[in-house]
């Protein structure tokens, strides 16, 4: 079964802290892979692409390792504002178009 | 407003009812997929559409439901005999031509039914 599995959550941290959330995918075939985050009952917004060297936008930094088939997100001095529920996204994409296997995502709450 | 346009926003009905929902994607997309979102779970994807062409659908999607985009532009999402089991968020997103495997889709804010 093609499945894309993320930490339960909820993770609860204090502003400021680093906070790391993680991901596994079982398809190996997967060949593109992204984080969205969805705050309460709004539509997912793609946060950012993964690459597999690794890529960094300001306090987020996205880490793939395909041999373990393995994704990470970092976020650095939380804000309030990061609170949101953060869904790791596989792309098969073998048919010239998308098809998105979304985790179940992982809460996070930041509090002051 | 020039994002993906869900109508309505929420959608109550009885049981064994028939529902439609309408998804205007973004204006320049020709890419349009359907997904349904249950209380916990990520998003489900149910079927795409490359301009008026239907080249996906899921097995989720029983013959009680049925999509078109007769036009590659709007679409519409039809639940026939609904059931308390289909309660859940529907989401339209759309992304456009040509973007490759990093093809970014753009969501819209969703239909929320609840079958009573």
Known sequence: RKEVEQDPGPFN?????????????????????????????????????????GNEDGRFTAQLNRASQYISLLIRDSKLSDSATYLCVVNEGVRG??????????????SP | DTGVSQDPRHKITKRG????????????????????????????FLTYFQNEAQ????????????????KGSFSTLEIQRTEQGDSAMYLCASSPKGTGRNEKLFFGSGTQLSVL
């Open chain 1, 13 to 53: 941290v204090p502003e400021g802290a680093t906070v790391a959330f993680n991901c596994t995918y079982s398809n190996s075939a997967s060949q593109s892979f992204f984080w969205y985050r969805q705050d309460c009952r709004k539509e997912p917004k793609l946060l950012m692409s993964v690459y597999s060297s």
């Open chain 2, 17 to 44: 009812q028939n529902v439609t929902f309408r998804c205007d994607p973004i204006s320049e997309h020709n890419r349009l997929y359907w997904y349904r979102q249950t209380l916990g779970q990520g998003p489900e």
């Open chain 2, 55 to 70: 080249l996906e659908k899921s097995r989720l999607l029983s013959d009680r439901f049925s999509a078109e985009r007769p």
């Open chain 1, 97 to 110: 178009y998308s098809t998105l296997t979304f985790g179940k995502g992982t809460m996070l709450l930041v």
